[in-house]
């Protein structure tokens, strides 16, 4: 059964049924709805009184007031075109609506949105005119229910946050500690997309096509680019929290290869392989038919970038990096 926006009478009832001690399955029953529908908005809609505990409960008029406060805030992307025109950009520059959000708080912004207010967006009869899910790494045709998201806490261990990494990682100081990322596509390329790989110290910059998007394919194909390297050259690689990259003790069992994961929403603290990914888009455009790239493209575009001078963040020179190997 189709999920509803429910209103106030429907929320008088519910509050009614509740008082007379009814489940939740009898009321949803009486309302020709599904469970999860009642017991979400009795959740989320609960009134608590903190110095009059007796007095908290769920009211149908007060259900009803946050409801609707919940759907101004959704509206924002509507009644606001500049911020609506800057997610969209982002959007498709590859970002996530996760990432989205975050670098809007991260950067103070004094009206800012959720990533829930973003993919709420994306799938409303709005962002379904524009196509806006077209541009999202994991696209549905509508967004799986909450209760159908995956936790992602003991995907990523908080001994592998970016905040445990040995300090030489940090400073930059030995070679062979790694950022990496994935660059998608449209989805005319299907489950194709490019791979990018940057060494902290000195910017050297791997590319290589990826022909499926799931976690275990990539990681195969990650260690088979990485495991010509000498150990020392290969000790880890920073990624940030995507479930392309939830295979991660692969590599450690592979390869040798330690993983480390930025912040939630926050991709901008491996920023060595976010500048890559933005100046390798000028090869590698969205629309680019990835399916058509050799070995020999690839390695020719890596040379290109790597013979680009750029500033290093650690002395402030610039300096082309040259690229002797695939």
Not at 16 to 33: H, P, Q, R, T, V
Not at 281 to 291: G, I, K
Request: net charge positive; with cysteine; aromatic share 8%.
């Amino acid at each position: 059964m189709a999920h509803t926006e429910l209103d106030l009478r429907e929320r008088r009832i519910i509050e009614d049924m509740l008082n007379e001690k009814f489940s939740i399955s009898k009321i949803a029953a009486e309302l020709g709805k599904h469970r999860s529908t009642v017991y979400r908005d009795i959740k989320r809609n609960f009134y608590t009184d903190e110095e009059l505990p007796n007095l908290s409960g769920y009211y149908g008029v007060i259900a009803q007031r946050k409801a609707e406060a919940r759907r101004a805030r959704r509206r924002q992307l509507i009644r606001l075109p500049k911020l609506r025109k800057a997610v969209i950009t982002q959007l498709k520059e590859g970002w996530s609506p996760e990432q989205i959000a975050g670098r809007l708080a991260f950067e103070g912004h004094a009206i800012r949105v959720s990533h829930e207010t973003i993919y709420a967006h994306v799938y409303s009869a709005e962002g379904q005119c524009e196509q806006l899910a077209r541009y999202l790494p994991s696209r549905r045709k509508k967004r799986r229910s909450w209760y159908a998201r995956r936790p992602r806490g003991q995907v990523f261990p908080p001994d592998r946050s970016i905040h445990q990494r040995p300090e030489h990682v940090n400073t930059r100081e030995p070679f062979g500690d790694w950022e990496g990322d994935l660059m998608i596509f449209e989805r005319a390329q299907g489950n194709m997309n490019v791979a990018s790989l940057v060494e902290r110290k000195t910017r050297f910059a791997v590319l290589f096509r990826n022909n499926d998007s799931s976690s275990n394919h990539f990681m195969r194909k990650l260690m088979d680019v990485m495991e010509p390297l000498p150990q020392p050259a290969r000790r880890s690689i920073t990624f940030d929290r995507g479930f392309e990259f939830r295979e991660w003790r692969k590599l450690k069992s592979g390869i040798g290869t330690d993983s480390w994961f930025c912040d939630p929403q926050a991709p901008w603290q491996k920023g060595s392989v976010e500048n890559l990914n933005k100046r390798a888009r000028r090869y590698l455009p969205r629309d680019a038919p990835v399916a058509a790239l050799s070995d020999r493209d690839m390695k020719a575009i890596c040379d290109r970038l790597n013979s680009t001078p750029r500033k290093s963040a650690s002395n402030g020179e610039h300096r082309p990096m040259h690229s002797g190997a695939n």
